[in-house]
């Protein structure tokens, strides 16, 4: 039963502004890595709409959460969910592919043609020990009924997600790009 | 809380009959009865009222309409939030104690809506568990600060949702629970709160077999149960046979040592039919040591039970019984042969069992003082 102390009205101001700045510190962590944080844009594979607690969304599938067996970096004894970091380059045509993958984050710094990701670990298959991971940017979370709208659009067109990460290997996701055309770009609030 | 109230009528004609209660006492004791039942039922339906809200701000997120800009529906929970708050320190100053539950209820719904709509506003995948870890905490700020059970329990629910998604997605003991756990019993121990035992050892049993749940499947059903199945039993056992040491030490807890025995014995019994369950069916022999040790431990407790005067106990000893009683019968549905053999010993265990109950049951009429 809830007491009623000499100090409750301050113990319930106490309690909604701890929640209040809970939820603002991961809005204000969001903005400043959406501002700050370096932009790369990966190529996405066709996606289907789901519906869940969040409501609709699209799953964005990212060639880039496979990382090939022939990738330097850890393989043994990876745990599901387990955190990784993975480097991704920027070969001559543009495109970003997996270079490295390890517990640790790597040494040397990024540059514009390198970034590092943090990931989880999803699953090891094939005897080349190929990793799956996941990078946190797979769900892309639409208005009520847009999301098949998007599923055709993503069939026909080229698209891209165009992704924020900062140094420590954080990422966010930016806004969708369709054809080379920023489409659901998304407002910092 | 009416069926009680109820019995307590009955009771008090019988109290007044004996001379044990005066009847000026006993108007008293009506009186304060019919002004705890209309603010009872009006803040259970109080409370119902606050999980449909809840509801009702967690599909409002999902619907993730553009009527309003992101801002605005931030800002929209956010005066939420802080309303719901300012809404249970007023009723809780008019008295309207319950009333004051159902908002404090409403604002940690409030909250875990407000979680998820950031995490829509930004596509935050990360690692969903950890969005419900953060509104567990808020959940237990909530109690502690402004001694509510409700949001107590709020929080023990959360807590053991983080921690069973944890186990399902990671396939191992989540450990991490445990420290959690320990806070929101402590918690319920500083209110005073009758029920924080109920929902912290609900709670905790709960975790132990998901936990063991989750292991078995990832490891496959067939091959990697066998020995998580046995330390959840072994778990269990400890859990009752500590809770009957207490009790025997120390009388005054005797009935919580008693709810503490009921949710342990729930542990061991889970593990023994999942391990009976989950047997492949040649291995006939361990599944009558399975049987046997599993009617024994049943027949334990409810002879501690009649013995303690603890009548929970009796009932779910004898629920038990039936269960494994009735498994048996259809697990043996194999081969005739072995169906023989089966029942055959089985029916000499359960024999056996009936006598020593038998015994046991008189043993409990012999001394009236000790019945439940």
Known sequence: MIDLRKRIWGAAAAVALAQTLALGWIVVDRIQLLRKGQEIVLPVEPVDPRSLFRGDYVILSLPVRRIPGSVPGERGNLKRGEALYVTLERNAAGDWAPAAAGREPPKGEPSR???????RMHFVSGTAKDLDVRYGLESYFVPEGKGKELEKLVGKRQVQVMVAVDRNGNSAIKGLVIDGKRIYDEPLI | MLTSQNRLRGDLERWIAKGWVTPGGAEAIRAELAARRGPGLAGTLAVLAAVLLGFSAMSFVAANWQGLSKLMRLLLLGAGLWGAYGLAVALAARGLQRF????????????????????????IEGNPPEAVLLWALGALLAGVLLR??????????LALLWSAWMMTLGGSVHFAFLPLWAAIALAFHWL???SGLHISLATLAGW???????????????????TH?????????????????????MPRLRAAAAVAA?????????GLWMLQLLEP?????RLIVLAAITLAMLVALVAWGWRSGQRALVWLGYAGFSIEILFLYFRTLGTLLNTSLFFLVASLIVTCLAALALRLHRHGQSTPETRP
């Open chain 2, 262 to 270: 009921g949710y342990a014995s729930l542990v061991a019994f889970w």
């Open chain 2, 192 to 194: 005073g709160a009758a």
């Open chain 1, 113 to 119: 043609d390198r970034v590092v990701l943090k990931a």
């Open chain 2, 229 to 249: 199945c046995a330390v959840l039993s072994l778990i269990g056992t400890a859990g009752v046979v500590g809770a009957a040491m207490v009790a025997d030490r």
């Open chain 2, 281 to 285: 069916r040649a291995d006939l022999v």
């Open chain 2, 148 to 157: 509510s059970v409700t949001a107590l329990t709020a929080a023990a629910g």
């Open chain 2, 100 to 123: 004051a539950e159902a908002a404090v209820l409403a604002g940690v719904a409030i909250f875990g809506a407000s979680i998820m709509l950031i995490s829509q506003m930004y596509h």
């Open chain 2, 208 to 226: 132990l077999i998901t936990g063991v749940v989750a292991l078995a499947i990832d490891r496959g059903i067939y091959t990697g149960y066998t």
